[in-house]
């Protein structure tokens, strides 16, 4: 071989070798992309005709294990809620009533105060319309939703579903999956909180996608065992309340002996005693059945989150309080305990039921606040929960009755009737009259009037409870109240721990997080000084700060200095030469707002953040418009019409992902600076610290 050909040969082998390695390189590029724009949510659509001209739309999607998709009833305040919109519908179709969903999940949240709603496993949405135009070809539909884990993701789908050429007749079959490419670009980090390599995240991932049908198998299950217990737990405590009111609880010894004195013997007492309680039990269970099969279980949950119906009841609960602490009785016809009583006088099982509802009518006066109260509550959970509630309640109101029958003797130790009775009603009054004011919030939340921010909240709850506290001392009297030479021990214990409990309030008017009533209070940026009263609350911040910030600049947690639009903070990192830090967040990011409170406020990172780089939070989420000459369409055909979209197509084409909460520091060419990690996002404060530094040591 000569050098010529020798000299070929190796050059061959280089540009092999050259090709290998680049399409290596290529491979593994590509795998850290796929890795990183996993969808956890994979939807298909269908129409379905109902009568007539009526057909229903189904959304279907299928959730990636350990995701969650919040549902169109999530309060606002908290994360955001799946929004459907159709936009063809103009002179094509009408839509009839609202969206319809299949079983969610409840859980408080305590990083915004409120219950979020949200799907595991599967969700499905239901859209009834009328279709009023004969040659409508296709329903144009869109879905917005977020879907968390450690991080979350905005996400959209839009759907073009086809109308069969035979509507008119029998049925409309199936048309499903949507063109993919129509479905805006989402991504997903590489999960920064486990150490897995991304060759494991991708395997990860396919054994999701090959066990869906057991993700959807397992959310078929009842949707939170643990909150239909709760219910009923809290319902039974409600119902005990209810049976120490001045209504109810007289009737225990003259209902147990009239059934021991007119039985036969005591087997017949007993077994009468029993029917009775099964009686009570059964009309509660059925006024709860009732009231879901009027409204449906899906309506009383979207009920509950209703401006108006929040408004109604808190008037009702306002009426309810008033009548408990003794301004007048609340009473149904005395025509209807009469006939009751009548029923009652012929004997027999027939008898015993209308003693049943005798007593249920006699002592509405007690029991109706508290019913309407626990009704309510348990329908914001939808499904079965008035049943269970009902359930709960009826129990404790009737497990008496059945007890001291079989054990008559029992019944010397009972209390006797007296203005003890009394104290117990004003009580619950006082607790109606708190309660009454978180459904006002609701409302004002949902408008965003600012009317009931939450100093004013806390404030209201401070005057209640301090009059409580006066009332259990025997400060103030009622209406209704006997004439008391002192207090007993148990209305002294009972002072005592409603005074500490206004003092604990009182902290929360400079900004105090208030761990205890965090259900209840609207958030703590939903108020007048979101730094607390005087500017107190987590950080200190005097009128000369905020006047001495540069243009585009506020202060954001902890009162560190932030911008909100990248180029006035690029701009300011370059004129006092400092790194950069993006914070990709969202308004509605639980985990976003985790990081701030508990990683941000730590004694090492805050003084860092504050000091050593100049941060920029960009919300993908912000839903203001950009103004005409900002909007664009991007290569994939996606529109940006907001601020939010802005970010959004900023953070999939520079870091390709589209999760929050995403940080990455950068120095004034708009490098990264961390070479191990360029981007981090839901961390523990050792992590992120060590990231922090590790970035802000490269800078030059």
Same mark, same amino acid.
């Given at each position: 071989?000569?050098?010529?050909?020798? #000299?070929?040969?190796?050059?061959?082998?280089?540009?092999?070798?050259?090709?290998?390695?680049?399409?290596? %390189?290529?491979?593994?590029?590509?795998?850290?992309?796929?890795?990183?724009?996993?969808?956890?949510?994979?939807?298909?659509?269908?129409?379905?005709?109902?009568?007539?001209?009526?057909?229903?739309?189904?959304?279907?999607?299928? *959730?990636?294990?350990?995701?969650?998709?919040?549902?169109? %009833?999530?309060?606002?305040?908290?994360?955001?809620?799946?929004?459907?919109?159709? @936009?063809?519908?103009?002179?094509?179709?009408?839509?009839?009533?609202?969206?319809?969903?299949?079983?969610?999940?409840?859980?408080?949240?305590?990083?915004?105060? +409120?219950?979020?709603?949200?799907?595991?496993?599967?969700?499905?949405?239901?859209?009834?319309?009328?279709?009023?135009?004969?040659?409508?070809?296709?329903?144009?539909?869109?879905?917005?939703?977020?879907?968390?884990?450690?991080?979350?993701?905005?996400?959209?789908?839009?759907?073009?579903?086809?109308?069969?050429?035979?509507?008119?007749?029998?049925?409309?079959?199936?048309?499903?999956?949507?063109?993919?490419?129509?479905?805006?670009?989402?991504?997903?980090?590489?999960?920064?909180?486990?150490?897995?390599?991304? /060759?494991?995240?991708?395997?990860?991932?396919?054994?999701?996608?090959?066990?869906?049908?057991?993700?959807? &198998?397992?959310?078929?299950?009842?949707?939170?065992?643990?909150?239909?217990?709760?219910?009923?737990?809290?319902?039974?405590?409600?119902?005990?309340?209810?049976?120490?009111?001045?209504?109810?609880?007289?009737?225990?010894?003259?209902?147990?002996? %009239?059934?021991?004195?007119?039985?036969?013997?005591?087997?017949?007492?007993?077994?009468?005693?029993?029917?009775?309680?099964?009686?009570? *039990?059964?009309?509660?269970?059925?006024?709860?059945?009732?009231?879901?099969?009027?409204?449906?279980?899906?309506?009383?949950?979207?009920?509950?989150?209703?401006?108006?119906?929040?408004?109604?009841?808190?008037?009702?609960?306002?009426?309810?309080?008033?009548?408990?602490?003794?301004?007048?009785?609340?009473?149904?016809?005395?025509?209807? /305990?009469?006939?009751?009583?009548?029923?009652?006088?012929?004997?027999?099982?027939?008898?015993?039921?209308?003693?049943?509802?005798?007593?249920?009518? +006699?002592?509405?006066?007690?029991?109706?606040?508290?019913?309407?109260?626990?009704?309510?509550?348990?329908?914001?959970?939808?499904?079965?929960?008035?049943?269970?509630?009902?359930?709960?309640?009826?129990?404790?109101?009737?497990?008496?009755?059945?007890?001291?029958? =079989?054990?008559?003797?029992?019944?010397?130790?009972?209390?006797?009737?007296?203005?003890?009775?009394?104290?117990?009603?004003?009580?619950?009054?006082?607790?109606?009259?708190?309660?009454?004011?978180? %459904?006002?919030?609701?409302?004002?939340?949902?408008?965003?009037? $600012?009317?009931?921010?939450?100093?004013?909240?806390? /404030?209201?709850?401070?005057?209640?409870?301090?009059?409580?506290?006066?009332?259990?001392?025997?400060?103030?009297?009622?209406? $209704?109240?006997?004439?008391?030479? $002192?207090?007993?021990?148990?209305?002294?214990?009972?002072?005592?721990?409603?005074?500490?409990?206004?003092?604990?309030?009182?902290?929360?008017?400079?900004?105090?997080?208030? @761990?205890?009533?965090?259900?209840?209070?609207?958030?703590?940026?939903?108020? !007048?000084?979101?730094?607390?009263?005087?500017?107190?609350? #987590?950080?200190?911040?005097?009128? &000369?700060?905020?006047?001495?910030?540069? !243009?585009?600049?506020?202060?954001?947690? #902890?009162?560190? =200095?932030?911008?909100?639009?990248?180029?006035?903070?690029? /701009?300011?990192?370059?004129?006092?030469?400092?790194?950069? =830090?993006?914070?990709?967040?969202?308004?509605?990011?639980?985990?976003?707002?985790?990081?701030?409170?508990?990683?941000?406020?730590?004694?090492?990172?805050?003084?860092?953040?504050?000091?050593?780089?100049?941060?920029?939070?960009?919300?993908?989420?912000?839903?203001?418009?950009?103004?005409?000459?900002?909007?664009?369409?991007?290569?994939?055909?996606?529109?940006?019409?907001?601020?939010?979209?802005?970010?959004?197509?900023? =953070?999939?084409?520079?870091?390709?992902?589209?999760?929050?909460?995403?940080?990455?520091?950068?120095?004034?060419?708009?490098?990264?600076?961390?070479?191990?990690?360029?981007?981090?996002?839901?961390?523990?404060?050792?992590?992120?610290? #060590?990231?922090?530094?590790?970035?802000?040591?490269?800078?030059?």
């Amino acid at each position: 071989m000569n050098f010529t050909q020798n #000299h070929q040969t190796i050059l061959s082998k280089n540009v092999w070798t050259k090709t290998i390695l680049l399409l290596l %390189f290529f491979f593994a590029a590509f795998t850290q992309v796929n890795a990183q724009m996993v969808e956890p949510v994979k939807w298909t659509s269908k129409i379905e005709k109902k009568s007539g001209n009526n057909a229903v739309i189904i959304f279907e999607g299928t *959730i990636d294990k350990d995701w969650h998709v919040y549902s169109q %009833f999530t309060p606002d305040g908290g994360p955001l809620a799946l929004e459907v919109s159709f @936009k063809n519908q103009k002179g094509n179709y009408e839509l009839v009533g609202k969206a319809k969903e299949s079983k969610t999940k409840k859980a408080f949240n305590d990083v915004f105060g +409120v219950d979020e709603i949200f799907f595991e496993g599967k969700a499905r949405i239901e859209q009834e319309i009328t279709i009023i135009n004969p040659n409508l070809k296709t329903v144009d539909a869109e879905l917005d939703y977020q879907v968390c884990k450690e991080v979350c993701i905005n996400s959209n789908k839009k759907f073009s579903i086809a109308i069969p050429g035979n509507f008119n007749a029998a049925a409309i079959p199936t048309v499903s999956e949507v063109k993919q490419d129509e479905t805006k670009r989402v991504g997903l980090a590489v999960d920064t909180v486990t150490k897995t390599p991304v /060759a494991a995240k991708i395997e990860d991932v396919k054994a999701v996608d090959n066990t869906t049908a057991k993700v959807v &198998e397992e959310s078929e299950k009842p949707a939170s065992s643990r909150s239909l217990s709760s219910i009923f737990f809290i319902a039974f405590l409600s119902g005990f309340a209810a049976l120490l009111t001045p209504c109810v609880f007289p009737m225990i010894p003259m209902t147990v002996s %009239f059934f021991t004195k007119q039985s036969k013997s005591r087997a017949k007492g007993i077994r009468n005693a029993i029917i009775y309680g099964l009686s009570i *039990i059964a009309i509660y269970v059925i006024l709860g059945l009732i009231v879901t099969k009027i409204f449906g279980a899906d309506a009383l949950n979207a009920l509950s989150t209703d401006v108006w119906f929040n408004l109604i009841f808190f008037v009702i609960l306002i009426i309810f309080a008033t009548s408990f602490l003794g301004a007048f009785e609340i009473m149904l016809p005395n025509s209807w /305990a009469n006939k009751a009583d009548q029923q009652a006088d012929k004997g027999g099982i027939i008898g015993i039921l209308f003693m049943a509802l005798a007593l249920a009518i +006699v002592s509405f006066s007690c029991t109706g606040p508290i019913v309407g109260t626990l009704l309510v509550d348990a329908a914001s959970n939808g499904g079965i929960a008035p049943v269970v509630g009902m359930l709960g309640f009826s129990s404790a109101l009737a497990l008496p009755f059945m007890f001291f029958a =079989m054990f008559p003797g029992y019944l010397n130790s009972l209390p006797k009737s007296g203005g003890w009775l009394n104290t117990v009603k004003v009580v619950l009054g006082f607790l109606e009259l708190a309660l009454a004011f978180k %459904f006002l919030s609701n409302a004002d939340l949902v408008l965003q009037l $600012h009317f009931l921010e939450r100093e004013v909240f806390i /404030a209201i709850w401070i005057a209640i409870f301090a009059a409580l506290t006066l009332y259990l001392f025997g400060k103030i009297t009622l209406p $209704h109240d006997s004439p008391m030479q $002192h207090i007993s021990v148990g209305r002294l214990y009972l002072g005592l721990l409603t005074l500490v409990f206004t003092f604990y309030l009182i902290p929360g008017l400079w900004g105090a997080p208030l @761990k205890l009533i965090s259900a209840f209070p609207p958030p703590p940026t939903y108020s !007048e000084s979101p730094f607390g009263v005087g500017g107190s609350g #987590h950080a200190a911040v005097s009128e &000369e700060t905020i006047k001495g910030l540069p !243009e585009g600049a506020e202060l954001g947690p #902890h009162g560190i =200095m932030v911008f909100h639009d990248y180029e006035d903070g690029v /701009a300011y990192a370059k004129e006092i030469k400092k790194p950069i =830090m993006l914070d990709f967040t969202g308004y509605a990011c639980v985990n976003c707002r985790k990081m701030e409170n508990n990683v941000w406020s730590d004694p090492k990172v805050l003084p860092i953040l504050k000091n050593d780089v100049v941060l920029i939070s960009l919300y993908v989420d912000d839903k203001r418009e950009l103004p005409k000459e900002e909007q664009f369409v991007t290569k994939a055909g996606d529109k940006i019409i907001t601020t939010g979209d802005k970010w959004t197509d900023f =953070m999939i084409s520079k870091y390709k992902t589209n999760t929050q909460p995403l940080y990455v520091i950068t120095d004034l060419e708009e490098n990264n600076l961390n070479s191990s990690k360029p981007t981090i996002s839901y961390v523990s404060t050792e992590e992120y610290l #060590h990231w922090l530094k590790e970035g802000i040591g490269n800078f030059k």
